[in-house]
Nanobody, 119 residues
Framework: VQLQASGGGLVQAGGSLRLSCAASGRISRINAMGWYRQAPGKQRELVAA???????NYAGSVKGRFTISRDNAKNTVYLQMNSLKPEDTAVYYC??????????????WGQGTLVTVSS
């Protein structure tokens, strides 16, 4: 199983970006999917998560500005980020709990995509 993240970049404060993360492989089921971020010198933190049924959870710092969604047919999770702030600058990682036709659920990480918000 591989998770391929894309959509990061440089944006001015107040701007928007949309991250995507597609899972590939011999996937039978994807349970929870989520986005984490890690800023320089800080620990990795949960940004948002979504269950297979569509229930969502957000970090308090992004609630009301970020929206997580998923397309189960495409095995893809999205993160729409609006009203971006300089403190949102970080490497963003996607994460998914995936079962394959040969294995039970395992947790996988994408490669990370850099989001830089300038003031």
């Amino acid at each position: 199983v591989q998770l391929q993240a894309s959509g990061g970049g440089l944006v001015q404060a107040g701007g928007s970006l949309r991250l995507s993360c597609a899972a590939s492989g011999r996937i039978s089921r994807i349970n929870a999917m989520g986005w984490y971020r890690q800023a320089p010198g800080k620990q990795r933190e949960l940004v948002a998560a979504i269950t297979s049924g569509g229930n969502t959870n957000y970090a308090g710092s992004v609630k009301g500005r970020f929206t997580i969604s998923r397309d189960n047919a495409k095995n893809t999770v999205y993160l729409q980020m609006n009203s971006l702030k300089p403190e949102d600058t970080a490497v963003y990682y996607c994460n998914a709990d995936v079962a394959t036709f040969l294995t039970l659920s395992h947790n996988y990480w994408g490669q990370g995509t850099l989001v830089t918000v300038s003031s």
